[in-house]
């Protein structure tokens, strides 16, 4: 008799031990799971917001080939010689390093709110080459990319006056929002032979 008690509770104790090591298991396979989920529903997100980045690089991209565009027509005509009188002044500061509204200071859609005070969709000071310009890409349907693009003296802060060169600012945006992503490209560019 003493045998068989022994023999049953060393059997007890197995399952015991064997419950114990599949929960253990579960809890694992369970965690491992829920970590799957949870990367796979990033996945698509992530996706998105490197789309989005890209389509507001390119949108940027595009607002300097405008400008380029332009800028290179009026040289060409002789509408312009030099950057003097072209460049964005206002809102006071904008091109002072040591001004809280330097342009470097702030983030890009804090400088278009800055630009559009009024918020009525156009820009409030002159200087801005284009506001909100909506960009379609080749191909493209969506309406939600725009480019702003300004330019900054870059001696402003101190040094000899130069006219001959400029900073070609360009910001694109690519969605609505609280969904609006940003790029920004800054570009020295001068003319040639003055």
Known sequence: MNKRKSLSGQTGRRQGFTLIVVILVLAFLLSVGVALLSVTG?????ADNVRMQEQALNAAEAGFDSAWHNLGFAFESGEFSNFDGLYLKDPTGIDLPDSENYFRKMT???M???LDQDGDGT??????????????????ES???????????????????????VLLVCIGTSGTGS????????????????
């Open 108 to 110: 890009d859609l804090e």
């Open 179 to 194: 969904r609006t992503t940003t790029s920004r490209l800054e570009v020295l560019i001068g003319v040639e032979g003055t």
């Open 123 to 140: 820009a409030d000071y002159p200087g801005v080459l284009f506001f909100k310009q909506t960009y379609l890409p080749v191909g493209g």
């Open 42 to 46: 990033t996945g698509p997100r992530l």
């Open 143 to 165: 309406a939600q990319l725009r480019y702003t693009v300004f330019l900054i003296d870059d001696e402003a802060a101190g040094g000899p006056l130069d006219h001959s060169d």
């Open 112 to 114: 278009l709110s800055l």
